[in-house]
C-alpha cells in the first residue's frame, strides 16, 4: 500500500502510539509507512481484532457496553467514556513495559483517546477531528425529509461531550479538510491544521480503456459504452441515495445503452434505519421501475476490485449531504473519473462546476440525469475536467506530498514538548 | 430590555445586577432558579423543576452530568413555555457548569447568552491534588476529566463568558479564555466597612463579647479541608494556649461544600473537637448567621482567618477585608491575587498549624503595626472589587452582549 513512497528517517528513534477504534482507520498509509522507517516503533490500540500491518504491534481494546437506561443523551458519552477506559487499560499494560510513546495520535470522537493526558501527561496529543455535531446549518437539518425535533437539537448539543475533551486536552489536531475543520468551535480553529490523510495517486491513476470484469459478483461489462458509476459505504439519505435512484430512474429511460454499477452495502452507515425495518435499497427498488439488466449492485467490494470499477466509469456520481467528504469521490478524482458531484459545501470545496468536474442540486434528480448525460454525449469536452481533476487529487490531496507534512507536524509536536 | 438570568441557587452570584436592572422601568428582568425561598423587588421568578433524577445505574463519571442535563431540560420545558406566550429575552445570563444555559441557545438560538464562569477542573496543580495527604487515584483523574463536559458545552456555546478572578479565570482552556472578562461579583463596600471599637454581642445565641480585646475569626460556609478548617483548629490550640484572653469565632455549618466527607461518618468539626482539646469556653461556633450578624462578627474581628487550597475565592475574605480586618490569608494562588504579604494582610503556609498560629499571635501581640495593613486591605477592596465599581462593568459588559457587538 505505502510503495513508492520513500521515507527513511525522522532524526532519531520515537515511539508512537496510534488510537482509532477502527483499524487502521485514517491511519490507513501513516501507520504503515512509520512501522517501516528505522528507530520507529509504532503501537496501535484497536477495537478491531481483524487487520495486520507489517511492524506496527496491534493491541486490542475490549470496551464495556453502556447501560440502556442511561439517559439518551448521555449514551454517547457512556460508551465513549467506556472505550477510554479500555484503552488506558490496554496502554498502562505498555506503559509498565517501559513504552513511553513520544507522540500520541488518535481519532476523537469515539472516546479511545480521552484519557490518555492523564496516563502519559508529557507526551503530546494529536488528534484527528473529522466532525463536529451541529444542529443547524451542517448535515443534520439539511434534507427537508429529516426534520428535527426540540429533543433531537439537545441530544446534538451534548454529543459533541467527548470531542470538546479531546480539544480541549490535545495538543494539536488535524481534521482532513477546511470544510470539516469549520465545524469546531472557533476557539479551537487555531488548534486544528487541514491535512488530508492523503490519496494514494500511484494505486488510483487512470487506466483509460478498462473493461469492468468482476467474476466474483458475475458481473460483466465488456464492451458497455456508457458506465455509470456510484461508491458508498452504504445506502442512504446522507450519501444521496434515495435521489441518485430516481436520477437512475429517468437515466434509464433517456439512455437505453446506459449502465449503473453502485458500490456500496446494503446497510445505513450514518442515518436512521427506516422505521419498516426496509434497507433504503429496497425502497428504492419498490418505488421505481428499473431495468435491472443494467443496474448492479456489487456489494463491498476489495481495493482492486473497487479501483476497476472507477477505471472504468464514464461518469461517477458523488452526492452527499454537508457532512464529512468520502475518499471515494477523491480517488475517483484521482483515476481520472468525472465526477458529478453534488453541489455543497464538502464537494465544492474540491470541485468547481465545468473545471475539474460538475455540481448538481443534490435534491435535483432531473438535473443530476442532464448533468451525466452531457457527460456521456460530450466526452471531449470532459476529457479536461477529467485531467483537472486528477490534477487537484496531485496538487492538494496527494499522499506522496502530505505524508511527509503529518510526519513533520508529529516531529514538531515531539520537539516543542520535549 | 428583556433579561433572563439563570441559577439554581437564588439569588446566588445575582442579586445586586439582576435588582440594578429590575430598576430600570424599560427592562423587563426574569430569574430562573430552583431555589423557592426568596425574593428581589422588580425581579420576576420562574422556578422550574428538574426533568426527573438521574438513574443510579448510569456510569458514575457521568451521574453529576446526567443531573445536568437533566436540570437543562427542566429549565428548557418551562421557558419553552413561556416562549410559546412570545417571551424571547434579549440576553440570557446563566451560571455555567450545573445545566442551566446548556440548551438555552436551542431554544433561542438569536439571542446572546453570558455564561459566570466559576471553575474548570483540572486532576492536577490545582485544588484536588493538592493535599499530599490525599492523593488522586487514576480513577479520580479521569472523573475529573469528565466533570468538565458541562462547562465545555457552555463555553462553546456562549458569546461571553465572566469569571470573578483572574485565577479563577487561568484554569479555563486557553483557548476559552479570551471569551471570558475579569469581573468580580462585587463586594458591598457601603454595607461593610470597619466599626472602629466594635464588640461582638449576639443576644438571641446569649454570645456577649464586649469584654473581650482579642477576637479570632474564621468564616466558611462548611467545615472542611477545602478551606483549612483541620489546620487552622489545630491552630486554635496553639493560639488560646498562648494568648489566655483570646477568644474564637467560628461562622459556617457544620458540613462539608467541597471536596469528600469523612469516611466514619463523622463531620470534621466533631473529629477535630476529639483530637484538638481546647477551651470550649473561649470556642463560638455561630453557625451561618443573618447578614447583619455576620457583618458585626467582621467588624469585631481582631484577626480573621482564611485558608483555602487553590480553587474558587470566597466573598468573606474580600468581605472581611472591606471590613478593614487583619486577613491571615494562606498563601495560594486565590489569595495572592488580592493579598500582598506585609501590606494589606498576612500570608502563611496552609498545611501549617504552627504557622497559622504563630502569624495569628504575632498579629495579637502587636496590633498597632498592623493599623496600616488593614487600611490598605478596604482601600484594596473598594479598588478592585468594590459593587460601585463592578456593577457599573457588569451592566456595560450585559449591554454589549444583548446588543451582539460581542462577536463569539
Known sequence: MTGGINLTDVGGPMRILFLHRSFPGQFRYLAPILAQIKDIQVAFLTTWETGEIPGVRKIVYRPQQGTPLTHGYLRGLENSINYGQAAYREASKLKREGFIPDVIIGHSGWGSTLFMKDLFPKTPLICHFEWFYRAHGSSLDFDPAFPLNADNEAEIRIKNSSTLLDLAACDGGISPTIWQRHQFPREFHSKISVFHEGIHTRMFKPNPGTELVLPHQ???????????????????????????????????????????????????????????????????????????????????????????????SSVHVYLTYPFILSWSMLEAMSCGCLVVGSDTPPVREVIEDNINGRLVDFFSPGQLVASIIEGLEDRDATARMRQNARETILDRYDLQKLLPRQIAMLQQAVTRTG | MKVLFLHTNFPAQFPHLSMALARDPRNQVIFATTREEGNLPGVHKLLFKKHREPRPETHNYLHSLENVVLQGQGLYRSLAKLKAKGFVPDIIYGHAGWGLPTFMKDLYPNTPL????????????????????????????????????????????????????YFQQSQFPPEFRRKIS??????????????????????????????????????????????????????????????????????????????????????YKQAMLETVPLDMSRVHFTGLLPRNRYIQVLQASTVHVYLTRPFVLSWSMLEAMAAGCLVVGSDTAPVREVIEDGFNGRLVDFFSAQKIADCVIDVLENPRATTAMRVRAREAIQERYALRKMLPLQIALLEKVASGRVKP
Open chain 1, 218 to 312: 458475475g458481473i460483466d461489462l465488456t464492451g458497455a459504452q456508457e458506465l455509470v458509476t456510484y461508491v458508498a459505504t452504504g445506502m442512504e439519505p446522507l450519501r444521496g441515495f434515495p435521489q441518485f435512484m430516481e436520477g437512475v430512474e429517468l437515466l434509464q429511460k433517456r439512455r437505453p445503452k446506459c449502465h449503473v454499477v453502485v458500490v456500496g452495502e446494503d446497510r445505513v452507515e450514518y442515518c436512521n434505519p427506516l422505521p419498516e425495518g426496509k434497507t433504503y435499497k429496497q425502497l428504492a427498488l419498490e418505488k421505481g421501475q428499473f431495468d435491472l439488466s443494467r443496474l448492479h449492485f456489487t456489494g463491498r467490494l476489495s481495493v482492486e476490485e473497487y479501483r476497476r470499477v472507477l477505471w472504468a
Open chain 2, 114 to 165: 453570558m455564561c459566570l464562569f466559576e471553575w474548570f477542573y483540572h486532576a492536577h496543580g490545582t485544588d484536588a491534588d493538592f493535599d499530599p495527604a490525599t492523593p488522586l487515584t487514576p480513577d479520580d483523574e479521569c472523573r475529573i476529566r469528565i466533570k468538565n463536559v458541562p462547562i465545555l458545552i457552555d463555553l462553546y456555546s456562549c458569546d461571553c463568558g465572566i469569571s470573578p478572578t
Open chain 2, 182 to 267: 475579569v469581573i468580580h461579583d462585587g463586594i458591598d463596600t457601603d454595607t461593610i466597612h470597619p466599626l472602629p471599637g466594635a464588640k461582638l454581642v449576639i443576644p438571641e445565641m446569649n454570645l456577649d463579647l464586649s469584654g473581650v480585646e482579642e477576637v479570632v475569626t474564621y468564616v466558611a460556609r462548611g467545615m472542611e479541608p477545602y478551606r483549612g478548617f483541620p489546620q487552622f483548629m489545630e491552630s486554635v490550640g496553639h493560639i488560646l494556649t498562648a494568648r489566655p484572653a483570646c477568644h474564637v469565632v467560628i461562622v459556617g455549618a457544620d458540613r462539608v461544600a467541597y471536596g469528600r466527607q469523612l469516611p466514619d461518618g463523622k463531620t
